[in-house]
């Protein structure tokens, strides 16, 4: 890699030596926040991918046409090549990126990532509409006993919606005063 290269990744942005735009990097002194930190530095590992990639199919140009001269450009792009790869780790280091197992495995046999993400989604639904069937037949066993209850007790049935609306009532009033959502969380405020 040749110094006209390595200025162009060093993040000022222009092209790399393999015809790949470098997006120009935000050199503000003001601090940024963590996501956008966190993304310039994912910007930075994808960038160094799209020129590794470069390099590569450079090198499998010569090689597939290679002669004795060109033995010198050959083993230039060997060299870039290590130095961006050693780049891309160094890079990568600084991102932390979780990735599961199960992406990593469907990769390797050639399959699409997104059906990871298309059977997650399908086990979450399945899950949602089991815990919905409980939750319905929770609800249906509570209206089933609260109308045994109140044909074999209905004095104690009528104190306990009493009380249990009194509560529900001060609750609700407790929740607005200290704004806390009806489910218990806290209302943040946002600033701007």
């Not at 160094?48 to 083993?75: R, W």
């Not at 066993?141 to 009532?169: C, G, M, V, W």
């Amino acid at each position: 890699m040749d110094s006209s290269q390595n200025a162009a990744a060093s993040g000022n942005g222009g092209t790399g030596g393999n015809g790949i735009l470098i997006p120009p990097s935000n050199d503000t002194s003001s601090p940024a926040s963590a996501a956008d930190d966190s993304m310039q530095k994912l910007n930075q590992v994808i960038s160094s991918i799209q020129k590794t990639l470069g390099l590569i199919h450079q090198l499998y140009l010569t090689v597939s046409t290679y002669n004795t001269a060109f033995q010198m450009p050959l083993l230039q792009r060997i060299n870039g090549l290590v130095v961006e790869l050693d780049n891309m780790v160094k890079l990568a280091e600084k991102c932390d990126i979780q990735v599961p197992m199960e992406v990593v495995n469907l990769i390797d046999d050639g399959k699409n990532p997104d059906e990871f993400t298309r059977d997650v989604l399908i086990n979450c639904i399945a899950k949602n509409q089991i815990t919905k069937g409980k939750t319905d037949a929770l609800k249906s066993l509570r209206k089933h006993l609260l109308e045994e209850l109140e044909q074999n007790f209905p004095d104690e049935i009528e104190d306990y919606r009493e009380s249990r609306a009194s509560t529900a009532a001060e609750m609700k009033r407790l929740a607005q005063s200290q704004s806390v959502l009806p489910n218990g969380d806290v209302r943040v405020k946002s600033e701007h």
